[in-house]
Nanobody, 124 residues
C-alpha cells in the first residue's frame, strides 16, 4: 500500500522560503513523483516533477525559484521554495506513480497516488 503525507506548509511573507516534505510508504526509487498545487477557484497545476533517474521538470511560474529533490531510496520527496510570491498561495499536493519514466509529466492523470495536501500561504 502506498501512502503519501505532506508536511512543512506554513504562512510566510513574500520573498520568504519554505521547504515541503512528502513522507511516503510503499514508494521506491523507481517511482516518479511530483508536486501539484491548487489555489481557490483554479485548476490543479503541476509545480515540479522528478523522474526515475532524478531528472526534474518545473512549471513556468516556479522555474528558477523552486527545487524538487528526493532521497536516494525514493521514499521522501522535497520541494524547496524560495522567493515566494502571493500567487504561490495554494494547497500543495504530493503525487507518485509506479510507472518509471526518465522525465515525469506535470499532468495529474499520470499519477495514481496522492497525499492529502498542505496549505502554503504567502502574504504581501
Amino acid at each position: 500500500q502506498v501512502t503519501l503525507v505532506e508536511s512543512g506548509g506554513d504562512s510566510v511573507q513574500a520573498g520568504g522560503s519554505l521547504r515541503l516534505s512528502c513522507t511516503t510508504s510503499g514508494v521506491n526509487s523507481g517511482f516518479i513523483m511530483a508536486w501539484f498545487r491548487q489555489a481557490p477557484g483554479k485548476e490543479r497545476e503541476g509545480v515540479a516533477s522528478i523522474g526515475t533517474f532524478n531528472r526534474a521538470l518545473y512549471g513556468a511560474s516556479v522555474e528558477g525559484r523552486f527545487t524538487i529533490s528526493k532521497t536516494n531510496s525514493g521514499d521522501t520527496l522535497f520541494l524547496q521554495m524560495r522567493d515566494l510570491k502571493p500567487e504561490d498561495t495554494a494547497i500543495y499536493y504530493c503525487a507518485a506513480s509506479s510507472t518509471g519514466r526518465d522525465f515525469a509529466p506535470l499532468q495529474a492523470p499520470y499519477y495514481h497516488y496522492w497525499g492529502q495536501g498542505i496549505q502554503v500561504t504567502v502574504s504581501s
